[in-house]
């Protein structure tokens, strides 16, 4: 008995459209990014990383207060100090918060 010559089209495609999904979504559930503003009070290049004291985040069920974020990048950090007012995007990513976006306004 022969199989089909159509089902490995099927095969294919599914197996395409699983990996294709794999990176973001899966790991990434809950990868909303939310606004974020505030004033810059440190700023660590090297890990990459920024302080800010910034304003209530609803959306993350976040009160304003003054904390560490791990930047996406180091080059979203060139140009940025402290006492710099910023605005950005903040996202959960495996667990942690992140700052996929920033720039001073
Ligand atoms: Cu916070």
């Known amino acids: 008995m022969r199989t089909a010559p ?4 099927v095969v294919l495609v599914v197996s395409l459209t699983l990996a294709g999904c794999q990176p973001g979504d899966q790991k990434n559930p809950a990868g909303k990014e939310h ?3 505030g004033k810059v009070t440190a700023v660590d290049v090297s890990k990459p990383s920024v302080k800010l004291d910034h304003e209530a985040i609803p959306g993350l069920d976040m009160k304003a207060m003054e904390m560490d974020y791990p930047v996406a990048n180091s080059k979203m950090l060139e140009g940025i100090k402290a006492g710099d007012e910023v605005q ?3 996202k959960m990513e495996s667990g942690k918060y992140l700052i996929t976006q920033l720039e001073k306004r």
């Open 6 to 9: 159509w089902i490995w089209v």
């Open 35 to 37: 606004p974020i503003k």
């Open 88 to 90: 950005g995007r903040v």
